[in-house]
């Protein structure tokens, strides 16, 4: 009974947005992100309301603010479902909780595309976003390197379950199995928030006084709060190499400044885009053409349709080099 229930819903939805289309009506598509508080999430959500077919008019979309919370990202799906979204870009809060939302739209005949992080269901049309095991590793090496090898570390993590906290830390892990001479002090979460990390280090440098010689973010807000919280102990932040990922303005300016060591660029607007790209391929079908700036940025992505089950996104270390020119794309972004 309830695969004929689903098999019903399935031809109801196509049928239904068959129709849409030969009258011309807008593609209603819904993005659901885990929470829009923290500036990387403001900015995949601009860069996807700046997506040519949203500006065109093609594409009605509708952003949900999961306020970093799985049981309210399910009310949303169901939602969308009760509204008969033509489909859903999926930001999940948690890697876990987010496969029930998935179903939920998966019986209704919605594709779902993820983005960003990760859900661990079968169920997803595809998902774009940045290797974070990648990152992690890369981020963590670099401090290492500063370090030469040897020294005290601490790291601040992400909300505990969420894919972006779970891959980072085997990406941060993985390097300290390689350098045997850094010593990891201690590692906790501070939740992608400045608030919480400066609180946070603010805790350590009193517990571990003139112990810590590196620190490693998973984000770089958190990245960012524990450079306010060294400043207001008196310490020259020089001196203690910091590592963040996402490439936030106020990181880039950081860098700049000389006070953050190593930022690394998750490209949100190109990730904002692809996912629905990749969304109006499934809904569309083989004729639809992308519009997002990501496949001439990133040739070595290769489209194939948007049939891929997985696009990675090329991270992009920020460096003293290629900072300004970074910041010229971040104020194109932000600004109107």
């Excluded at 065109?56 to 306020?67: A, K, N, P, Y």
């Excluded at 010593?183 to 501070?190: D, F, I, R, T, W």
């Excluded at 303005?249 to 860098?255: F, G, K, P, Q």
């Amino acid at each position: 009974m309830r695969k004929s229930l689903r098999l019903v819903l399935i031809v109801l939805a196509a049928t239904l947005f068959a129709s849409a289309i030969a009258q011309n009506q807008p593609i209603r598509i819904g993005a659901a992100v885990y929470g829009l508080q923290a500036e990387y999430m403001q900015l995949w959500t601009t860069a996807l309301q700046r997506h040519p077919a949203v500006v065109s008019g093609q594409v009605q979309l509708t952003v949900f603010d999961g306020r970093y919370d799985a049981s309210v990202q399910q009310a949303q799906f169901e939602t969308m479902v009760t509204q008969r979204f033509d489909g859903i870009i999926f930001v999940p809060i948690d890697i876990e909780a987010g496969a029930a939302a998935v179903a939920v739209a998966a019986a209704a005949g919605i594709p779902v595309v993820g983005s960003n992080t990760r859900v661990n269901s079968d169920q997803l049309a595809s998902y774009i976003g940045s290797n974070d095991v990648v990152g992690g590793y890369q981020q963590a090496v670099g401090v290492f390197e500063m370090l030469g090898g040897k020294g005290n570390i601490v790291i601040l993590e992400g909300p505990l379950g969420q894919s972006a906290q779970i891959e980072r830390r085997e990406g941060n892990l993985k390097a300290l199995e390689e350098y045997p001479d850094i010593n990891l002090l201690v590692m906790q979460p501070a939740n992608w928030s400045r608030a919480e990390a400066l609180a946070r280090m603010e805790n350590w440098l009193t517990t571990y006084p003139g112990q810590i010689d590196g620190v490693v973010g998973q984000n770089d807000e958190m990245a960012l709060g524990a450079i306010e919280a060294m400043k207001a102990a008196g310490i020259d932040v020089t001196t203690i190499p910091t590592s963040g990922i996402d490439g936030v303005t106020d990181a880039m300016l950081a860098v700049l400044a000389g006070e953050h060591d190593i930022s690394i660029l998750q490209d949100a607007r190109g990730q904002a885009e692809g996912a629905l790209d990749i969304l109006l391929a499934r809904i569309i079908g083989p004729s639809y053409e992308p519009l997002g700036q990501l496949w001439t940025r990133y040739p070595d992505m290769e489209w194939a349709g948007g049939q891929l089950d997985v696009y990675n996104v090329p991270w992009t270390p920020i460096t003293p080099e290629n900072v300004e020119a970074l910041l010229a794309e971040r104020e194109e972004l932000t600004t109107r």
